[in-house]
C-alpha cells in the first residue's frame, strides 16, 4: 500500500493514539509538529511495530510550513488521509496564538493539502466540545469567511471578538470561538474538495486523557459528571474514529461534524457550570 496518512500534531495525544491506529491499517505515515525529539519518539515507535513513518517538523500556523509537509508527504505516495489534530487549548498560550494555531492552522493544513491530495482521500480537522457549548451569539460567524479572502482582515476580526471579553477569559474564548470556525470551515471546504473527490469531515472531541486533556483536568471532571460515560475519553477510542472517518469505504460522509464526547453535550453540559473560560 503506497497511502499516506499525514497527521498533524502526531507527537502527542490523539494524534499519536490516530498515528498508532492508521498505522495498523497500512498506511504510510508522515507526523508534523513544532517538537522534533516528541515527533521522533513516535516515528520509532511507529517503526518498532513495521509501520513506515517519518516525521518532518513545522507549525500549522506558518503556511509554507504546511505547504512543505504537503509536498513532502506527496512525494512518498498517494495522500489519502489527512488528520489535522494539531491545536492548542486555552491553558497552552496567549489569545492570538491560539487563534492563529487552532483557526489559521486549520485554513493552512486544507489549503495546502488541497494541491495533493489523491481523489479517494479525506481531509479531517479537529474542533472541540467548546465549539458546541460557547453560547452561539459569541460566535463572529460574518468573519469566518474572510478566511478565504483576506487572512489579515480575518485574524483582526477574530480577535476583535475575542478583546470583547474580559482579560481572565479571552484565551477561553478564543479557542471557543476558533474551534467552532474549525467546523464551520471544514463543513464549508467540503464543496471545494468535492469537485476533486476528496471529503472533508470535522470531529470533535469531549474530554479526552491526553497532555493537553491533562492540563484541563478540573474542567474536564466537570464534564465527566454530565456524561453519559462517567470517564474521560481514551485517545484510541477517538483514533479508531478518525480512522473509519478516513476510511475510503465512507465515500458518502463529508461536510459534517462528528462529535465523540461520551454524551457530554447530550447530557446537558454547561462552560457556566464551572471556572475559567470556555475551553
Ligand atoms: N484532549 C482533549 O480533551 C481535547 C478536547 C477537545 C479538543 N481537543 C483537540 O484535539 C486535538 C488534539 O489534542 P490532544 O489532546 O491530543 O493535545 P496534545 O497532546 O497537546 O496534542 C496536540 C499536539 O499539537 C501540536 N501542536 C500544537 N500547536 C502546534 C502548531 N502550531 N503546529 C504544529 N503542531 C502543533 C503539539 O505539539 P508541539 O507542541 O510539539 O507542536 C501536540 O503534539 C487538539 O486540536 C485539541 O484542541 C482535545
Known sequence: MDDVCVITGGGSGLGRATARAMGERGYQIVLTGRTPAKLETVVTELRATGVDAEALAGDVADRESM??????????GQVTA????????????DPGVIMATNA???????????????????VIDTSSMSAYLTPKIVMPTHVYPLSRTDRSRFMRGMMRRVHLFPR??????????????VIWFART????????GVRVVSVTPGSFDTPMGDLESEESMTYVRNSAIKRLGRPEEIAHLYAAAA??????????DILCDGGCVAGGASPFRRRGGTG
Open 67 to 76: 505547504r512543505q509537509l504537503a509536498r513532502t508527504a506527496a512525494k512518498r
Open 247 to 256: 476510511d475510503e469505504r465512507m465515500g458518502y460522509l463529508t461536510g459534517t
Open 189 to 196: 471546504d467540503a464543496a471545494r474538495f468535492g469537485a476533486r
Open 104 to 122: 489559521l492552522g486549520t485554513v493552512n493544513v486544507n489549503d495546502a493539502f488541497y494541491e495533493v491530495m489523491d481523489a479517494r482521500g479525506c
Open 168 to 181: 481572565t477569559v479571552r484565551t477561553g474564548v478564543a479557542y471557543g470561538i476558533s474551534k467552532h470556525f
Open 82 to 93: 489527512v488528520i489535522h489534530a494539531a491545536g492548542m487549548s486555552p491553558h497552552m498560550g
